[in-house]
């Protein structure tokens, strides 16, 4: 059966959540509400882990579109953190996901730039 596991910190004023395993059908539901409670007690201001995530789904993708729109909503934001696997970052090109939200190629440069103005990315998205 697959598994995502999901775990969280905060540093430097962000939310890490760290996403490792399988984020499909199968684990979206999980994984939802682990993110969700993790947001909720280390901030607004997202930093999305997947250097440990082997597999994403377009289940999964949703998850990661709608926690970013949320936290942008909020007034927060979200980024994503790798070295990200050939299979995931494959599908964030392929959907243009990659143009939406930043990707950070380590969890170090994603804590490095300050998190977006205004709560999201400033980029309009493309496609």
Do not use: K, W
């Not at 996403?19 to 059908?25: D, I, P």
């Not at 082997?54 to 709608?66: E, K, N, Q, V």
Request: aromatic residues 4%; proline residues 7%.
């Amino acid at each position: 059966m697959a598994e995502c596991a999901v775990t969280g910190r905060a540093v430097a004023g962000r939310a890490v959540i760290v996403l490792a395993g399988e984020l499909g059908v199968d684990t979206v539901q999980h994984a939802e509400q682990r993110m969700r409670a993790l947001r909720r007690e280390h901030g607004e201001h997202v930093v999305l882990d997947l250097s440990g995530l082997r597999f994403l789904d377009s289940a999964g993708l949703s998850l990661l579109l709608r926690f970013y729109l949320a936290a942008e909503g909020r007034g927060g934001s979200a980024v994503l953190a790798g070295p990200l696997s050939g299979e995931v970052l494959y599908v964030l090109q392929v959907t243009h996901v990659d143009r939406r939200l930043p990707v950070h190629p380590t969890l170090d440069d994603a804590l490095a730039a300050p998190p977006p103005p205004g709560g999201g990315t400033g980029v309009p998205p493309s496609g």
